[in-house]
C-alpha cells in the first residue's frame, strides 16, 4: 500500500504569509494526486487535482505542484478563509490513501 | 446541482451491523465510480472503499475487508455501504463522495454532507 506522509502537522501563521505544505508518498505515483481543504463540522473541498491543476472556482492563491514522491501545496498569500485542515490523497492504486492532514491555524 | 446524500448513521453494539445509503441526484449516476470515506472523530480522514460505475469492480481498505460491503442501484441512483460485525473503531463520520472522471483526474469532487456512525455498548 502506498503511504502519503504530510507535514507539517501543524501550522501557525499569520494573514498575508505565503504557506506551504509538503506530501510525500512511499512510492511514485506520477501526478495521481490531489488536494483537499476542510473545515470544522464540513465535507472536504476540492482544491487541486493531478498534482497541479487547480479545481473550478478555487481561487489561484492555492497551487501544486511535484510529481513521482514529492509534492507540494503552496498558498501564496494566506487569508482569513484558508484557516483550515489540508489533506493530500493519492489516487495512482487501490487502496487510495490520505495524507495525515495539515491543520493551519491564526498565528 | 449534482448533491449526494448520506443517511443510515446512527448508534449500535458492538458486533451489529448498519447499512448506510448515499442518494445522489444532478448527474449521471451510473457513469461514475463512487467511495466512501470516514472520519473518526478530531482524526484525519480514511477512504474505506469504493466501486465502478457499472458496479461490477469493488475496491476496500485492509482495515474494513471482509466486514463491510459496497453496492449501488443505478436504477435509484443509490450508493450503498452494508457494516458488519462492527467495532468501536469504525465509530466515524462516513462521506459519500463521487469519483470524478478523467476531468478531475478520479479525484473526489463531490462529497455529501456525511452521516455518523457511533459504536458503543
Known amino acids: 500500500d502506498i503511504q502519503l506522509t504530510q507535514s507539517p502537522s501543524f501550522l501557525s501563521a499569520s494573514v498575508g504569509d505565503r504557506v506551504t505544505i509538503t506530501c510525500r508518498a512511499s512510492?511514485?505515483?506520477?501526478?495521481?494526486l490531489a488536494w483537499y481543504q476542510q473545515k470544522p463540522g464540513k465535507a472536504p473541498k476540492l482544491l487541486i487535482y493531478?498534482?497541479?491543476t487547480l479545481q473550478s472556482g478555487v481561487p489561484s492563491r492555492f497551487s501544486g505542484s511535484g510529481s513521482g514522491t514529492e509534492f507540494t501545496l503552496t498558498i501564496s498569500s494566506l487569508q482569513p478563509e484558508d484557516f483550515a485542515t489540508y489533506y493530500c490523497?493519492?489516487?495512482?492504486?487501490?487502496?487510495?490513501?490520505f495524507g495525515g492532514g495539515t491543520k493551519v491555524e491564526i498565528k | 446541482e449534482v448533491q449526494l446524500l448520506e443517511s443510515g448513521g446512527g448508534l449500535v453494539q458492538p458486533g451489529g451491523s448498519l447499512r448506510l445509503s448515499c442518494a445522489a441526484s444532478?448527474?449521471?449516476?451510473?457513469?461514475?465510480?463512487m467511495s466512501w470515506v470516514r472520519q473518526a472523530p478530531g482524526k484525519g480522514l480514511e477512504w474505506v472503499s469504493a466501486?465502478?460505475?457499472?458496479?461490477?469492480?469493488?475496491y476496500y481498505a485492509d482495515s474494513v475487508k471482509g466486514r463491510f460491503t459496497i453496492s449501488r442501484d443505478n436504477s435509484k441512483n443509490t450508493l450503498y455501504l452494508q457494516m458488519n460485525s462492527l467495532r468501536a473503531e469504525d465509530t466515524a463520520v462516513y462521506y459519500c463522495?463521487?469519483?470524478?472522471?478523467?476531468?478531475?483526474?478520479?479525484?473526489?469532487?463531490?462529497w455529501g454532507q456525511g452521516t455518523m456512525v457511533t459504536v458503543s455498548s
Open positions: 512510492q511514485g505515483i506520477g501526478s495521481y
Open positions: 466501486i465502478s460505475g457499472s458496479g461490477g469492480s469493488t
Open positions: 463522495a463521487i469519483k470524478g472522471g478523467i476531468a478531475v483526474a478520479g479525484s473526489f469532487d463531490i
Open positions: 444532478g448527474f449521471t449516476f451510473s457513469s461514475y465510480a
Open positions: 490523497q493519492q489516487l495512482n492504486s487501490y487502496p487510495l490513501t
Open positions: 493531478a498534482a497541479s
